[in-house]
T-cell receptor, first 114, second 110 residues
Framework: DSGVTQTPKHLITATGQRVTLRCSPR?????VYWYQQSLDQGLQFLIH???????AKGNILERFSAQQFPDLHSELNLSSLELGDSALYFC?????????????FGEGSRLTVL | QKEVEQDPGPLSVPEGAIVSLNCTYS??????FMWYRQYSRKGPELLMY????GNKEDGRFTAQVDKSSKYISLFIRDSQPSDSATYLC??????????FGTGTQLKVEL
């Protein structure tokens, strides 16, 4: 158990809908990262938050947004969903922002868009 | 061309075999190299971490980095069925914005 909690584990929704994925980082970790994992693209970095502030953006679509709250949990909002958004969404956490390499991943939220 | 290339497999080996997993990369800015292991229906977990060229050993696992060739490897000795998982290489120039390979699926058979 990595200590990172993600909910929901599974989500099935329709095109055009909006969903929110939630992540609670490990106790004491200030950084939260979101990754998308699909069969053809592998793990793609979406966004990084540190102590409530956005620190880096990757290949995140404009239809997607995220935030980190004062209690350090994070939410990833996906809107106007398309079939291609079906994927596993992982949250990961780390202690700081400059430590390198060790991310602790949750078990992921599997999103299916029909 | 992807920044990191990794053969997706699947790779099937008998128990006790030596396994070699590899990634190539194109960006010279990558300075930190990691291997993550991902079991089915789980998140990735860090297995090995290296910074410089050369070898790093941890039990049955050896990570090898050749920066001049932009080639990284993970060797697993005396492979066990419990090693069956997907192995992802991950690279970064610093910080935790990791670039992952697509992963190699490994199956170790009895």
């Amino acid at each position: 158990d990595s200590g990172v909690t993600q909910t929901p584990k599974h989500l099935i929704t329709a095109t055009g809908q909006r969903v929110t994925l939630r992540c609670s980082p490990r106790s004491g970790d200030l950084s939260v990262y979101w990754y998308q994992q699909s069969l053809d693209q592998g793990l793609q970095f979406l966004i990084h938050y540190y102590n409530g502030e956005e620190r880096a953006k990757g290949n995140i679509l404009e239809r997607f947004s995220a935030q980190q709250f004062p209690d350090l949990h994070s939410e990833l909002n996906l809107s106007s969903l398309e079939l291609g958004d079906s994927a596993l969404y992982f949250c990961a956490s780390s202690v700081g922002t400059r430590d390198t390499g060790e991310l602790f991943f949750g078990e992921g939220s599997r999103l299916t868009v029909l | 061309q992807k920044e990191v290339e990794q053969d997706p497999g699947p790779l099937s080996v008998p128990e006790g075999a030596i396994v070699s997993l590899n990634c190539t990369y194109s960006n010279s800015a990558f300075q930190y190299f990691m291997w993550y292991r991902q079991y089915s229906r789980k998140g990735p977990e860090l297995l090995m971490y290296t910074y410089s060229s050369g070898n790093k050993e941890d039990g049955r696992f050896t990570a090898q980095v050749d920066k001049s060739s932009k080639y990284i490897s993970l060797f697993i000795r005396d492979s066990q069925p419990s090693d069956s998982a997907t192995y992802l290489c991950a690279l970064t120039g610093g910080g935790n914005k990791l670039t992952f390979g697509t992963g190699t699926q490994l199956k170790v058979e009895l």
